[in-house]
């Protein structure tokens, strides 16, 4: 099937699963931007003197190109937050669209390194003076950590949809301005996740890190096997995320990648080699060429089905293999073993060097379904060379 018969097929299952929750009163009700901005303004109108230093509202319409320069003005060890609302939409028919968390960037000064956040809000220090950049990002992908962009300004117009950001730069610490949003109430709950989500600290599990220019995320935890045996656990609903972790390993005949998981439920709802469908959970393992070869468990998809991603930005990079298919299994650990070696030759078409990086891969941005599963005893082996990712 060809991608644009499957992108039709795919649109049409999509189109009747969208109107069918519409009628059952099942779908999401569109964001009241305006009762946002209400409700925060209130809500800031009741704190004390002293707290806050200034604040802007930014409203940035989903075709805006980065960087929007806010204004706001940082000294050194100066705090700013941002509190965010909107949708940036794909497509408003299938209801396909991102949040704040996934669309909203910043950055310090006119060279300064990007930033995101795993929610709708983010606090950022100054460590030099300058002027607080907002920037949209999907569908674009950034090209390094200033945020020079892949793609031009024309990108954006293949979407729809506004941003509203509330731009607030404290007079003390972000900590003391948040604790006092909500003691006044913190109307949105914004006040109460950002200060969550500060005290997090690093949301990476040790050893690994996020794909930056994907951004960070709160989606893989540690855990442990039914044996107690260390585990990656994964939870993902309207998000997405790659967790990497560097292995470097010769890619040589009988070079394998073996591994166990669990997967309890698939975040897709149809077939996964379409855009408006690519939601998945898989492993994968990058390559010294800068490709990667992901192994995939599908909702309906044949095993031994392969494809190069359908997404704009990765489907030069990135090959998705097929190895369990349909809902026999899901919530029962299985052991995976893939010869690496004669797979990339077979789906990448040469030898794509040797093995930099393993990677876990969530996935369920586009129909916000929710996926959970978990990951043991990642190893790389070719005889008795050995290499334990997990």
């Known amino acids: ?28 009700p569109a964001l009241d931007l305006d009762a946002f901005e209400r409700d925060m303004e209130r809500a800031f109108s009741s704190l004390p003197a002293g707290v806050v230093a200034e604040r802007v509202w930014v409203r940035m319409p989903a075709t805006e190109p980065p960087w929007r320069d806010t204004g706001v003005a940082l000294q050194a060890g100066e705090e700013v937050s941002l509190f965010a609302a909107g949708r940036t939409y794909v497509s408003r028919p299938l209801d396909v669209w991102v949040t704040p968390k996934t669309q909203l960037w910043a950055r310090l000064g006119e060279r300064g390194t990007i930033r995101s956040s795993s929610r709708d809000t983010n606090t950022l220090r100054a460590d030099t003076p300058g002027n607080l950049y907002l920037g949209n990002y999907f569908p674009n992908d950034w090209k390094d950590a200033t945020g020079a962009r892949i793609h031009g300004d024309a990108v954006y117009q293949q979407v729809t949809g506004e941003m509203r950001v509330l731009v607030v730069r404290w007079c003390e610490s972000a900590q003391a301005g948040l604790d006092a949003l909500v003691a006044v109430g913190d109307p949105c709950g914004l006040a109460s996740s950002e200060r969550e989500r500060l005290s997090l ?43 990497q972790r ?20 698939l975040p897709g709802l149809f077939r996964e080699d379409s855009a408006a469908s690519h939601d998945y959970l898989s492993i994968a393992v990058e390559f010294g060429n800068g490709l990667d070869l992901t192994y995939y468990w599908s909702r309906a998809l044949p095993v031994g089905t392969s494809y190069w991603c359908p997404l704009p930005n990765w489907k030069h990079r990135e090959h998705h293999v097929v190895i369990r298919s349909g809902a026999q299994g899901l919530g029962v650990w299985q052991g995976e073993r893939r010869d690496l070696h004669a797979d990339a030759l077979r789906y990448l078409g040469s030898h794509p060097g040797d093995v930099v990086r393993v990677w876990l891969i969530a996935v369920s941005l586009f129909n916000r379904e929710p996926g959970a599963c978990s990951y043991a005893d990642i190893r790389l082996r070719n005889g008795g060379e050995e290499l334990s990712v997990l």
Do not use: N
Not at 3 to 23: I, K
Not at 204 to 224: D, N, Q, S, T
Not at 246 to 265: I, Q, Y
């Open 246 to 265: 560097d292995a470097p390993f010769p890619l040589r005949p009988g070079t394998e990648l073996s591994w166990r998981w669990c997967v309890d439920s």
């Open 201 to 243: 600290g690093e949301v990476a599990p040790a050893g690994w890190h996020y794909l930056w220019h994907l951004g960070e995320a709160e989606i893989f935890r540690p855990c442990e096997d039914p044996s107690g045996a260390p585990a990656l656990c994964c939870d993902v609903q309207g998000d997405v995320a790659i967790l």
């Open 1 to 28: 099937m060809t991608g644009a018969l499957t992108d039709l097929l795919v649109a049409a299952r999509l189109g009747l699963h969208v109107m069918s929750h519409r009628l059952r009163g099942k779908g999401e």
